[in-house]
């Protein structure tokens, strides 16, 4: 099966190829790819027009926190680890907390959605 569907692969496949420009980036189960890649959970901050610049200090003063830029959202992959997002949602337009998917894996694994060239 070759999809560009993320969710569909995740319903359909037992194990998954990610495959950038030719190119085979990574394997493995689902569930694998995604614990591998992109942990638990992620959170998602959506900028819009505020400066980035206040969320990305608390951000990066925390080690086990991963953040991927895309546009005006920041991907923030937890694993696991608690964390207040007290500071960072008076500095985000909007704040979403979300289990991981493949989607993330892609996006973490190429720097930018199935969308993007």
């Known amino acids: 099966l070759t999809t560009h569907y993320m969710d569909e692969a995740a319903r359909l496949c037992d194990r998954i190829l990610i495959i950038d420009h030719g190119e085979v980036i990574s394997e493995g189960t689902p569930d694998e ?10 959170m998602e901050v959506h900028l819009g027009d505020n400066d980035a610049a206040p969320v990305m200090k608390e951000l990066l003063s ?5 953040v991927e830029r895309y546009d005006d959202i920041l991907y923030v992959f937890l694993r696991g680890d608690s ?3 007290k500071t960072i949602e008076d500095h985000a337009e909007r704040v979403v907390f979300r289990r991981a998917n493949l989607e993330d894996v892609f996006l973490k694994l ?3 959605g199935l969308g993007a060239e």
């Not at 790819?33 to 992620?42: C, Y």
């Not at 925390?62 to 991963?66: A, E, I, T, V, W």
């Open 33 to 42: 790819l995604i614990a591998e890649h992109a942990g638990k959970d992620v």
């Open 110 to 112: 190429t720097g930018r």
């Open 83 to 85: 964390f207040d997002a």
């Open 62 to 66: 925390h080690d086990s926190l991963d």
